[in-house]
């Protein structure tokens, strides 16, 4: 059976590396230290590749943590509304402390609140989409 090949300069490329790096599989000579350095290496050039990509495609969404990090992170991008309101759907309800916003380019589609959980938390988002008047 054949390994499924992942196009090189990509971002699952480099994500598949930092693992190999990590499991320091065999053929792979580096001492400890150095296999972690390139897989954080590794790990941070995926990321920077996930938001080039994500600069491309319409719809984006992010989650932004609490105030006391301020962080923030692209989770999904996608061509597609359909599959954007899934993924931020799948934001909400796996990032319970942090704020998700949904954009299509720079207008603000819909915005979770930051407190929510489950049900009522999609109920709550609801309430606070932005519709342009």
């Known amino acids: 059976m054949s390994e499924r090949r992942i196009p090189e300069n990509t971002s699952g ?12 599989t065999s053929g792979i000579r580096l001492s400890p230290t150095t296999s972690l350095f390139v897989g954080m290496a590794l ?6 590749l996930d938001r080039t990509e994500a600069k491309t495609l319409p719809f984006v969404v ?5 105030a006391d990090t301020g962080a923030s992170e692209v989770v999904a991008a996608a061509l597609n509304l359909h599959v954007a309101t899934a993924a931020y759907t799948a934001a909400i309800m796996t990032r319970p402390g942090a704020r998700i916003m949904l954009r299509h380019g720079t207008r603000v589609v819909s915005v979770s609140d930051k407190q929510s959980t489950g049900d009522a938390g999609l109920y709550a988002d609801r309430q606070t989409q932005a519709h342009p008047e």
């Open 13 to 24: 490329y480099a994500r598949w590396l930092a693992d190999q790096i990590a499991k320091r």
């Open 62 to 66: 992010t989650a932004i943590e609490p």
């Open 43 to 48: 790990e941070g050039y995926a990321d920077w």
